[in-house]
């Protein structure tokens, strides 16, 4: 591609346009009792303008003390700070470099308490209660706080890491020493000693890919897979290793496996796992080599471990095929949520992929009302201004509206059978660039052209295109229909408390052998109706907290949905009585001590208790608000009009 038509990446003042890093080699202490990271970023930079004097990096927060280009030292201004993008550091580089001409220059910096992307936790904070732990979130755009980078998912790169640390550390790249399954911490004592871990990364990933975790990790591996040359593994603290091998070791190889049926094979030679506090805030991150999980997957059960099919479904789209910027965000998560759902229903029924599809429908609904002032951000393809925050338009939307778009297309496509073969084309096509949806759309014409003719260009003639990009409003341009049979069960549950509302609590017959055969998703389904409902009265809302065990659940999905319902109606006596147990289960003050951390979970739950009790929510959470991760943090003020 030419310079003259890379697309902008509105969030990033770096000029990768012009000269583009492609390697960095980074050399990092962890320092826990100062919390920061300090050391160095040496860049391999490509020129792409022949005479490009300087080259420039986004940063935020970070405190820069030098910088040495091809050897000497350099000239290096840091721009003036931008809220959401941060600050340009601008290097100066050797006069009349040529198009093609490498550049090496090394950034000395460390770190602030300002840093977003990583949380430093004290040990009270971890589940060993010994020893600190940190970890990071980059994406969408916070790597910019842990090094200076070209901070766009345009500009991949190849890393390589030497952390010298005293808790074992872990990055999203291949272990090169000490090895994963010798000693922790290669036998030193840990704590105390500084081990040198040292890691490579050599497939370019984007840079909100990189990710750095540290803790009293223990490893164990999964069992391998025949013909397989992957490794795979868990990652956790050691008291919680056993729970978590448990959760996890059956199916992450069987979900790669299959997987691996459909799409050309797993590129990154190593796929592990590890668990993080319950302040991580996503239910998965698919940093490369080392998906992040929250250990609210922790439920004994297995029922949860789906997470992880999105998360290892991101090594095709995201980690390989990967958005060009935020706008075609939906590329990363609708295709990964459709595919999720084709594994499903590979590795469950058929029934399974429509259950999915069901209850993702209903996140997209909510997802738009929450928008209807902001009717952009109900768009799959959205325009950012420049500047504008990306994680102000995190939703369900893209995952929602891009996978049912996906599916819609399956289906005027001829279905599944004929669609796969297109799918392994898309993701071979474009293996380890980026795009953008133009590009991608140029493709799958390009391929039913060739594939399918006439007949197929006129069905994708047909489709509403620019109401499935552009579309604003509650409705998707096409109806969509699932295969409902899973959800009978819990819809006929859901309709029977609704046709008791007026009778007498002490007069129902409800018990807990109502839901005894529903799985974890039904339980949801069963939830998510009554949500759809007008607010239960109080006394039913008690009842169905105990019945059933809702209102003591440690499953956090059935947790959160249950005060979702509970609160519904802001002004009710359910909803006042209701707020202050949430906001103790928010903020681990019911005994557990564990945090719904995840944002999933928090944000909302904070926006319920608000609603019923504004008081209450900023009180509880500026109490607890340094427990959240400093991202969740910040959304949650946003969320309560706070900042
Ligand atoms: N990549 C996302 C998480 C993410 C997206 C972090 C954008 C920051 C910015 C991850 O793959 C994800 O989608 N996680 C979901 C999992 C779910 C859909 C199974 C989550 O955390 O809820
Ligand atoms: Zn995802």
């Not at 030098?66 to 580089?93: C, N, Q, W, Y």
Request: proline share 6%.
């Amino acid at each position: 591609m030419s310079a003259a038509v890379l697309p902008i990446d509105a969030a990033s003042q770096s000029n990768w346009h012009d000269v583009v890093s492609e390697h960095v080699d980074f050399d990092w202490t962890l320092d826990f009792q100062t919390q920061t990271i300090s050391g160095t970023a040496t860049h391999t930079l490509r020129v792409n303008t022949p005479g490009v004097q300087q080259v420039v990096f986004d940063t935020q927060y970070l405190d820069v003390t030098k910088v040495i280009v091809e050897g000497r030292p350099g000239d290096f201004t840091l721009g003036k700070h931008h809220e959401v993008m941060g600050a340009p550091l601008s290097i100066r580089l050797p006069i009349n470099r040529q198009a093609g001409d490498k550049v090496h220059l090394t950034v000395h910096y460390s770190t602030t308490h300002e840093c977003a992307a990583v949380q430093w936790l004290d040990k009270q904070q971890t589940q060993g209660k010994t020893f600190p732990f940190m970890f990071s979130q980059c994406q969408p755009i916070y790597a910019r706080s842990m090094a200076p980078l070209q901070d766009t998912a345009s500009a991949k790169i190849t890393y390589t890491a030497k952390v010298a640390s005293v808790l074992p550390t872990l990055l999203s790249a291949i272990r090169v020493s000490p090895p994963s399954t010798g000693p922790a911490h290669d036998g030193k004592e840990i704590g105390k000693d500084a081990v040198v871990y040292e890691y490579k990364q050599p497939i370019p990933i984007p840079t909100y890919l990189i990710a750095i975790a540290a803790g009293n990790f223990r490893y164990r591996a999964f069992p391998k897979v025949e013909g397989k040359d992957w490794n795979i593994g868990i990652w956790a603290e050691p008291e919680l290793i056993d729970a978590a091998y448990w959760e996890f070791s059956e199916d992450v190889g069987r979900f790669l496996s299959t997987a691996e049926t459909i799409l050309p094979p797993y590129r990154f030679g190593v796929y592990d796992v590890l668990v993080l506090p319950p302040s991580f805030p996503y239910g998965g991150m698919e940093n490369a080599c080392l998906t992040f999980l929250t250990p609210t997957l922790l439920v004994g059960d297995r029922t949860l471990v789906d997470v992880v099919v999105h998360e290892l479904t991101h090594s095709w789209f995201g980690n390989g095929v990967t958005q060009a910027n935020s706008t075609h965000f939906w590329l990363n998560e609708g295709w990964t949520t459709y595919m999720e759902r084709v594994l499903l229903e590979r590795l469950h029924t058929p029934a399974d992929r429509g259950f999915s599809f069901l209850i993702g429908y209903n996140s997209l609904k909510q997802a738009l009302k929450q928008y209807v002032n902001k009717p952009k951000y109900q768009r799959l393809v959205i325009n950012f201004d420049e500047g504008e925050d990306p994680d102000d338009a995190y939703s369900t939307v893209p995952y929602e509206k891009g996978s049912n778009f996906i599916l819609h297309l399956e289906r005027t496509l001829g279905g599944l059978d004929v669609f796969l073969p297109y799918v392994y084309d898309y993701v071979h096509t474009f293996m380890g660039k980026s795009i953008t949806t133009e590009q991608w759309k140029e493709h799958l014409y390009g391929y039913w052209s060739k594939h399918g003719g006439e007949e197929k260009i006129k069905a994708l003639d047909g489709i509403k295109w620019d109401e499935w990009f552009y579309g604003e409003g509650l409705e998707l341009p096409d109806e969509m229909e699932y295969d409902l049979s899973l959800a009978t069960d819990a819809y006929a549950l859901a309709a029977k408390w609704d046709a008791v509302r007026s009778e007498e609590v002490s007069k129902l017959s409800f018990s807990a052998s109502d839901v005894e055969k529903f799985n974890a998703n039904q339980k949801i389904v069963f939830l998510e109706r009554l949500q759809s409902f007008p607010a239960l009265p109080s006394s039913h809302i008690n009842l169905l907290g105990e019945v059933y065990s809702l209102a003591s659940s440690t499953n956090a999905e059935l947790r959160w949905r249950f005060y979702e319902v509970a609160l519904l109606d802001p002004a009710s006596p359910s909803a006042k009585g209701y707020a202050a147990p949430a906001a103790k289960w928010v903020t681990g003050n019911d005994g557990t001590g564990i945090l719904a951390g995840r944002m999933k979970f928090c944000r909302p739950t904070f926006r319920a208790i608000a609603r019923a009790n504004r008081e209450l929510a900023v009180e509880v959470f500026n109490a607890n608000k340094l427990a959240f991760h400093p991202i969740a943090r910040r959304l949650i003020e946003k969320d309560l009009g706070l900042a």
